[in-house]
């Protein structure tokens, strides 16, 4: 009895926590809303950086608008509840028990399902083009991964044109700017992975597997590269930059390998 009096006490008029509860709520959704629109401009990554850019940066925007919009709506659904379904002053300890409302079932199982079918097909509409092999490439880059740096070869300029980092010194990858690469990735012991934050790839180094990767850097600068895959004791050592140069330069550096064997 005692905590029912208390309980009273504490609920104010119920038509009058509906009108502030609604108010709450209209206020709150498009602050939400456009607080989630503003942040969509990269979200981590800018623009045009590479060919994988041009693909990635819309469904990774994408996705977080839908998770925004499924975000405000549950949280909507979570608050209607507590603010229009409040214990009524002479109400009975429990409210009424829903069990089996077969619409409202379906509704909450139709719906994730198109979310996540939604998503999917964009995703693999994505990656289709992304993971593409063609045979427009310009040039070929191996990158093969190593217990715990990496060698870049550049076949172009000779079977010998290896460069081989350390932890304690990072290789550099020098890549051509607006041309189309074609990265051959593979390892020489555990699984890697080949990743550039900046560019939005990543693909394995696998042992025993070849894979292949093509897109094109399109801004001059360096970025930094690492390895996304815990491959040992010194993964967090596994560095380097990726260097995009112009064409001329590329083919400059492709001269040192030759000069050097020669
Ligand atoms: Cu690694």
């Given at each position: 009895?005692?905590?029912?009096?208390?309980?009273?006490?504490?609920?104010?008029?119920?038509s009058?926590?509906?009108?502030?509860?609604?108010?709450?709520?209209?206020?709150?959704?498009?602050v939400?809303?456009l607080?989630?629109c503003?942040?969509?401009s990269?979200?981590?990554?800018?623009?045009?950086l590479?060919?994988?850019?041009?693909?990635?940066?819309?469904?990774?925007q994408g996705?977080w608008?839908?998770a925004?919009?499924?975000?405000?709506?549950?949280?909507?659904?979570?608050?209607?509840?507590?603010?229009?379904?409040?214990?009524k002053?002479?109400?009975?300890?429990?409210?009424?028990?829903?069990q089996?409302?077969?619409?409202?079932?379906?509704?909450?199982?139709?719906?994730p399902?198109?979310?996540v079918?939604?998503?999917?097909?964009?995703?693999?509409?994505?990656?289709?083009?992304?993971?593409?092999?063609?045979?427009?490439?310009?040039?070929?880059?191996?990158?093969?991964?190593?217990?715990w740096s990496?060698?870049?070869?550049?076949?172009?300029?000779?079977?010998?044109?290896?460069?081989?980092?350390?932890?304690?010194?990072?290789?550099?990858?020098?890549?051509?700017?607006g041309?189309?690469v074609?990265?051959?990735?593979t390892?020489?012991?555990?699984?890697?992975?080949?990743?550039?934050?900046?560019?939005m790839?990543?693909?394995?180094?696998?042992p025993?597997?070849?894979?292949h990767?093509?897109?094109?850097?399109?801004?001059l600068?360096?970025?930094?590269?690492?390895c996304?895959?815990?491959?040992?004791?010194?993964?967090?050592?596994?560095?380097?930059?990726?260097?995009v140069?112009?064409?001329?330069?590329?083919?400059?550096?492709?001269?040192?390998?030759k000069?050097?064997?020669?």
């Amino acid at each position: 009895m005692q905590r029912k009096r208390v309980l009273r006490s504490i609920l104010t008029p119920m038509s009058l926590t509906k009108l502030k509860g609604l108010r709450t709520l209209l206020l709150l959704a498009p602050v939400l809303v456009l607080t989630g629109c503003s942040k969509v401009s990269g979200l981590g990554y800018e623009e045009g950086l590479s060919s994988v850019n041009d693909q990635s940066l819309s469904l990774w925007q994408g996705a977080w608008i839908t998770a925004g919009v499924v975000g405000v709506i549950t949280l909507i659904l979570i608050l209607w509840p507590a603010v229009f379904h409040r214990g009524k002053k002479d109400g009975p300890e429990f409210p009424k028990q829903t069990q089996y409302n077969v619409p409202i079932e379906i509704v909450y199982t139709v719906i994730p399902f198109i979310i996540v079918a939604v998503l999917f097909y964009y995703t693999a509409k994505k990656e289709t083009v992304i993971s593409a092999h063609t045979d427009t490439y310009k040039h070929e880059i191996t990158v093969e991964g190593i217990q715990w740096s990496w060698q870049f070869g550049y076949p172009e300029a000779g079977a010998d044109a290896l460069v081989t980092g350390t932890p304690a010194q990072p290789p550099v990858l020098y890549v051509p700017m607006g041309e189309k690469v074609r990265y051959t990735i593979t390892s020489n012991d555990v699984v890697h992975g080949f990743w550039i934050p900046a560019f939005m790839i990543q693909m394995q180094n696998l042992p025993g597997v070849t894979n292949h990767l093509e897109f094109t850097a399109n801004k001059l600068g360096d970025f930094p590269g690492r390895c996304n895959i815990l491959c040992g004791r010194n993964h967090s050592q596994m560095l380097f930059t990726v260097r995009v140069v112009t064409p001329d330069q590329y083919k400059a550096y492709l001269e040192t390998f030759k000069g050097s064997a020669a």
